[in-house]
């Protein structure tokens, strides 16, 4: 019996091969960004995190366009996540503005990328075992691009001001280990993958998309930090929202739970059968003289002692 022949693989087209160019593509724009931090072109630095922030989003959605996803592209995109978003920007903060407080500022750069590196594990190991964080449109923690956003906040801020940074070294640093905690937090955060637009607005979100575009290209750091401290409400405000309803919408509440005690008090008691009482019977001198009294009203009288039952006509007779 001759054994099956493997077939090989179909050839993949330079399209399928997109999204995979794309994701080496950000990895050479975080590795470059690093070095022009070194070199002290911030701001450099900076657009090219954003650019492989972009790219990172891209690539995900065009794979799965193309149906050309792969396990390979997964974990070829979970570790450009990480270079781009855990090591790339605290390196470049690092440069910038930790140089004075080089063993304190370092001990922030290492928990954030631990931490980052952490949470890309997670999100990892819940999408293989299909409990997705985006479940219920919420991440759990916030996202890696998102914490890259949100570490680098201070040199938006000083950008939209001066090339210099305007806020202390410390500040700083507490900024990143917050946002590390953040990370590996278990707070609920917004995603915008099912997201959705009405159809009669889909145009007003057309011409809002189109005016934050020109808004970064024009006012770009000044954007940017509006755009960051936004995202910082908005999770403020979903945080809120979940704390106020089911923490989630899967897990069915109790029937019990749901009522009150007020509800409870006011609920009407179960009908039960109630014993028919024994009706008391009266003495047995009493019975007599009720059973005389009845028969003398129907005609009918006892006889004494013999309980024969005579009538008028009986007696005429």
Not at 160 to 172: D, F, K, Q, T
Not at 310 to 317: A, F, P, Q, S
């Amino acid at each position: 019996m001759n054994a099956p022949r493997h077939r090989p693989d179909p050839d993949l087209t330079i399209v399928q091969l997109l999204p995979n160019l794309l994701t080496i593509t950000a990895i050479a724009a975080g590795l470059t960004a690093i070095r022009f931090g070194f070199v002290g072109n911030y701001e450099l630095s900076v657009q090219l995190i954003l650019l492989a922030a972009v790219l990172d989003g891209i690539d995900g959605r065009l794979a799965r366009m193309l149906k050309s996803d792969s396990a390979l592209g997964a974990e070829l995109d979970s570790l450009a996540d990480f270079l781009n978003f855990g090591v790339a920007p605290v390196l470049v903060l690092y440069f910038w503005a930790l140089q004075e407080m080089p063993r304190e500022g370092w001990i922030a750069v290492l928990i954030y990328s631990v931490a980052c590196v952490l949470r890309l594990a997670r999100f990892n190991v819940d999408a293989k075992s299909e409990d997705a964080s985006g479940r219920g449109g919420n991440f759990v923690g916030v996202p890696a691009p998102a914490g890259a956003m949100l570490v680098m906040l201070p040199m938006f801020i000083s950008f939209s001001v001066s090339e210099a940074p305007i806020l202390p070294g410390w500040l700083i640093a507490l900024n990143m280990v917050l946002v590390g905690f953040l990370l590996i937090s278990r707070i609920p955060t917004p995603s915008f993958k099912k997201a959705r637009i009405a159809r009669p607005r889909a145009k007003f979100f057309i011409i809002g998309f189109a005016f934050v575009g020109a808004a970064v290209l024009t006012f770009a750091w000044v954007t940017l930090a509006v755009l960051t401290v936004a995202y910082i409400l908005l999770v403020i405000a979903n945080l809120a929202r979940m704390r106020g309803g089911p923490a989630d919408p899967s897990v069915e509440t109790p029937q019990a739970d749901l009522k009150t005690p007020d509800l409870i008090a006011q609920a009407p008691a179960p009908r039960t059968a109630k014993p028919q009482a024994h009706r008391k019977q009266p003495p047995e001198k009493n019975r007599t003289r009720h059973q005389t009294v009845n028969r003398k009203d129907t005609g009918c009288e006892d006889t004494s002692g013999s309980g024969q039952k005579t009538t008028k006509h009986d007696r005429g007779k």
